[in-house]
């Protein structure tokens, strides 16, 4: 290829990702999607203008490269140690018990044995990118099923090493004898390497960062970071071992060092990029004619495979001993396929382990069901209301609510800030009552004495036991601007003259509440920055006094001058 065309190339990327990728945010879904639909529309199967992505997938392999690094990155000791039994008992059985039953069910329909290992391995994983994402969009990470999702996932994301290397020794060929051996040397040099490097990277990594650091050069710095990544992933394929194992060594190398926020700061915009450009040429590599001709086939394994995936997690979670609601949002919540499927199964399609067309069916199968990832969520939150309304934990039975509690507040979202609010009014001495959609959150602050308890405040029923008829204030602190809509409508069109104050997530979002019914919403945005701004003038020599009023007076201009500083 020459110049020209690799910097044609280059621009067709950028400009798909700049047009399509927005358009997908904007509908509240994970950009990947909108990578993939990107690389469709402009590969060989769509409008065609790229025809040729080998350099690009030469590229791409490094967003993979980052990914693994950002994995390790983000892994510790004490996180490992915390989720221990989950990550390597319920995540280990979890991905060996899909992949065993996919692939005998792949096996059973006379594909080799080969492509059954792989179509096995691939499916088991499930999206981290997608499930990550909205356990953080839904604040329900910290949730019991939200760690336990997560536990699992931690587990899959370790597991793309040891498949990856499965893969490239299936496609070596030879027997099954052969390959055990192969792959028992391979576990062996791996090991021999992960020893070596752990034990030279504890050496050298934490003064080496020191002498960069006190360079003061953000470049340097970045530039140290990127040899790291690189030179280990390097060394590792001179020993006959993929890339992105030294990447992911390199990565937990630097989780236990100082330096591990500033490294992941500085590399976040290039796994971002080129990992994007990653599922770019996964799209490219989608024949729409030919799923389209195999929708019913692939509608059958996006299906089988979800419910599969559901009851597999779901069982085994509860052999774990985790309630039966999480057990079941998490099977929900990890049905779908994984970003790692895709690497896998292009691997295998480029070393002949899948055929084509097999490949496309799995790429497929593979992206609708990370499509249908909200919809197995809110399932799963549907599920859990319900089963809570069976048990009777909801707030609608709790009668000595209506005789005992009066004068209090009503505290909407349990969660940390919900929490800090009630410390305070307790402190106050005001008394509160809080409703949350958390059963274990509800349990563990039952456990602690605490009026906290499970329902919908958007339902009267629920407001009444609550005893919102009798309540001075409620107080809302989700932070998911839709459901707070629905809350302080529902709030007001109940009690139009309760007061009523919201956290909201900006400024706009705030005059938007409170022309539908709230008293005062707080900018959480707006009110951290101005308590920095105090802090800092105050630690300047401006007086206490100053401060206090200049802040004072922002608040009652509605932020006004803020506001106009932000719209600029």
Request: glycine share 12%.
């Amino acid at each position: 290829m020459t110049e020209s065309g690799i910097f044609y190339d280059i621009l067709i990327f950028l400009v798909a990702a700049v047009v399509v990728v927005p358009a997908f945010r904007r509908l509240r879904t994970s950009p990947i999607l909108g990578y993939l639909v990107a690389g469709i529309i402009i590969g060989p199967h769509g409008l065609a203008i790229i025809s040729d992505s080998k350099g690009a997938h030469t590229l791409a392999e490094f967003g993979v490269v980052f990914l693994l690094f950002m994995i390790g990155l983000e892994l510790s000791v004490e996180r490992l140690r915390l989720l221990g039994r989950y990550v390597f008992g319920l995540g280990a059985l979890q991905v060996t018990i899909t992949g065993c039953v996919i692939g005998g069910v792949a096996l059973a329909l006379g594909l080799g044995k080969e492509a059954a290992i792989v179509i096995g391995g691939g499916l088991a994983l499930s999206s981290t990118a997608f499930v990550l994402q909205l356990l953080m969009e839904r604040d329900e990470k910290a949730t019991s099923y939200g760690k336990i999702s997560f536990a699992v996932l931690l587990f899959q994301d370790l597991a793309i090493v040891p498949l990856l290397m499965m893969v490239a020794l299936l496609g070596e060929g030879g027997g099954e004898e052969s390959f055990i051996i192969a792959m028992g040397f391979a576990v062996l040099k791996a090991a021999g390497a992960l020893i070596l490097v752990v034990g030279i990277g504890r050496l050298v990594l934490r003064p080496i960062y020191r002498i960069v650091a006190e360079a003061r050069s953000s470049e340097l710095f970045v530039a140290t970071t990127l040899l790291v990544v690189l030179g280990i992933g390097w060394l590792m394929s001179l020993a006959g071992i993929s890339m992105v194992l030294g990447a992911f060594l390199s990565g937990l190398l630097l989780s236990e060092t100082e330096y591990k926020h500033q490294v992941e700061a500085d590399i976040r915009p290039f796994r971002g990029l080129l990992l994007g450009l990653f599922f770019i040429t996964v799209g490219m590599s989608i024949d729409i004619a030919f799923i389209w001709q195999e929708l019913a086939t692939i509608a059958l394994l996006v299906v089988s495979l979800m419910v599969g995936k559901t009851v597999i997690t779901a069982g085994l979670c509860r052999m774990f001993g985790v309630s039966f609601g999480d057990s079941v949002r998490s099977g929900l919540l990890l049905s779908q396929g994984g970003e790692f499927g895709f690497i896998l199964f292009l691997a295998a399609n480029a070393l002949g382990l899948l055929a084509g067309e097999t490949t496309q069916i799995l790429l497929a199968g593979v992206t609708l069901t990370m499509v249908a990832t909200p919809l197995m969520a809110y399932l799963g939150g549907q599920f859990s209301e319900f089963l809570a309304r069976k048990n009777k934990i909801s707030v609608a039975r709790v009668d000595d609510i209506e005789d005992d509690v009066h004068d209090h507040v009503l505290i909407i979202g349990f969660g940390r800030v919900g929490q800090t609010v009630a410390k305070i009014l307790s402190a106050g001495g005001i008394s509160y009552v809080a409703l949350d959609l958390d059963a274990a959150r509800v349990a563990a602050c039952h456990a602690k004495g605490m009026p906290c308890f499970f329902g919908n405040a958007s339902q009267i029923g629920v407001l009444k036991s609550a005893g919102a008829v009798r309540a001075k204030g409620a107080v809302i602190t989700i932070d998911q601007p839709r459901t707070t809509d629905t809350l302080v409508w529902a709030l007001h069109e109940f009690l139009p003259d309760l007061p009523i104050f919201v956290r909201a997530r900006d400024l706009p979002h705030g005059r938007r509440i409170e022309a539908e019914g709230a008293t005062q919403a707080v900018p959480e945005t707006l009110e951290a920055s101005l308590q920095l701004a105090a802090i800092a003038m105050t630690s300047m020599g401006v007086s206490s006094d100053e401060v206090r009023g200049l802040v004072q007076e922002i608040r009652d201009n509605d932020y006004a001058t803020l506001g106009e500083t932000i719209h600029k």
